[in-house]
């Protein structure tokens, strides 16, 4: 682990891996990070939210991720199981036209709304950009957090941070470990301060 | 490695392993039985339940049997598309949700790797005009009933139309059609023309019938 420590990393276990490892992908990293690290289990729950989020809360995940698309009605189980099991409820966007058309169905409000490019598309087609507009959107009508994903330069993470995004998800450059992973993390770091 | 003239009975497991395997154990010996190892299941154990999945069905029907990974892929599909076929899995699945990038990619996975492609139309109101889109055609379209995390006594409507409409336009696509969970959902399915049933929730509820509800539905097959 050659992340710096602080407390405003958090640690995701993302879906490839989750579904290739199970729970024991989120049981290994809370291992090995620092003691009370943050783990988002990055599930992106379709259906079946109740299992799902049980499982995460108990492999140790701080936070767990639903989908945006899901049907409304799994998406209202997830945040309600996330507070019965006290983890954060995570919406992630990922192909939502509009991030505030789905929170106005929902029942409850999750903890932090994702906004997100998907990871295949910023590669096929690199013209779609992270809807940074929607992050003043969504924050000026709910008391939410913003989490903005699919961004990996630090201008990106400039950019996000300037637009007011609560937390900026990336993954690409530590995707593979390299001596420069804990540089590249305190980079990052230095930018949303 | 399907036949498109036989139905399919998809039984989808979400238990622990120790619980699975002595579900499987019960289960008849029937080649119109495909496996499903559940997005839960695969959550919680990763390619090792798929691979325990095959392993099970392998020693019951003493030949390697058809295993459905429900990844629900919705992004970077080639990494877990590439890991449960290495664990055996003969078909996956990847959300109709997803960018359409996405979808073609998986497809495309999904052949490279042999095995089936899946795409699972949940929440999709017009099933066919995702398929228009893609660049190539999913061997299996996996139609809904409804919501998982509706009550079980609520309508649920067959998507007759749309298994029509799919089939009348890819005549050689086969169709699955979730959400039904009784014996005479699924004997509508089959007679709407779906290719494969897929049921969970009796399975789940009550593990020791499992041999009772497989022969039952089993009947319901040709």
Redesign the interface.
């Known amino acids: 682990m050659q992340l710096p420590t602080s407390e405003r990393i958090l640690i995701e276990a993302g879906t490839p891996l989750i579904k290739i490892y199970g729970t024991d992908a989120v049981w290994q990293i809370k291992k090995i990070a620092p003691p009370g690290a943050y783990i988002v289990a990055d599930s992106k729950c379709a259906d079946l939210a109740s299992r799902e989020v049980q499982m995460m809360a108990k492999a140790g995940a701080s936070s767990a991720t639903c989908l945006g698309v899901a049907p409304i009605e799994t998406i209202d189980s997830f945040i309600e199981e996330c507070q019965r099991f006290n983890i954060d409820s995570m919406i992630d966007m990922m192909n939502v036209e509009s991030a505030l058309a789905v929170l106005k169905k929902l029942k409850k409000l999750p903890d932090v709304v994702m906004l997100h490019r998907g990871v295949d598309e910023s590669e096929f087609s690199k013209e779609k950009q992270i809807p940074y507009y929607q992050i003043k959107q969504i924050k000026g009508n709910y008391n939410v957090l913003v989490a903005v994903a699919g961004g990996d330069t630090i201008r990106e993470v400039q950019r996000a941070i300037l637009n007011d995004a609560d937390i900026v998800v990336v993954w690409k450059n530590f995707y593979q470990p390299s001596s420069q992973t804990s540089q590249l993390a305190k980079s990052f770091l230095e930018e949303i301060k | 490695m399907l036949n498109p003239k036989s139905k399919y009975l998809q039984i989808a497991f979400?238990r622990s392993l120790e619980e699975v395997r002595d579900m499987i154990a019960m289960l008849p010996a029937s080649k119109n039985i495909l496996i499903e190892a559940?997005?839960?299941l695969?959550?919680?154990?990763?390619?090792?339940?798929i691979a325990a999945l095959k392993n099970y069905w392998w020693e019951k029907i003493q030949r390697p049997g058809y295993i459905v990974a429900d990844?629900?892929c919705?992004?970077?599909?080639s990494?877990?598309v590439e890991?449960?076929a290495e664990a055996g899995a003969s078909a996956a699945t990847c959300?109709g949700?997803?960018?359409i990038?996405?979808i073609n990619?998986f497809i495309k996975e999904c052949n490279e790797a042999r095995i089936d492609s899946m795409v699972d139309m949940?929440?999709i109101e017009f099933p066919f005009e995702i398929l228009q889109k893609l660049k190539k055609l999913p061997t299996i379209v996996v139609l809904h009933r409804g919501?998982?995390?509706?009550e079980r006594n609520k309508e649920k409507q067959i998507p007759h139309e749309q298994i029509h409409r799919i089939k009348g336009t890819y005549g050689k696509i086969l169709i699955s059609v979730a959400g039904g969970e009784t014996p005479r959902d699924v004997v509508r399915t089959f007679f709407n023309d779906a290719d494969i049933a897929v049921i969970w929730r009796s399975f789940y509820e009550s593990p020791a019938d499992t041999a009772a509800l497989a022969g039952e539905f089993l009947k319901l097959v040709k």
């Open positions: 979400n559940g997005t839960p695969v959550k919680n154990y990763g390619k090792k339940g990844l629900k919705m992004d970077r599909g990494r877990e890991a449960v959300l949700l997803s960018p990038e996405t990619e949940m929440n919501v998982d995390e509706n």
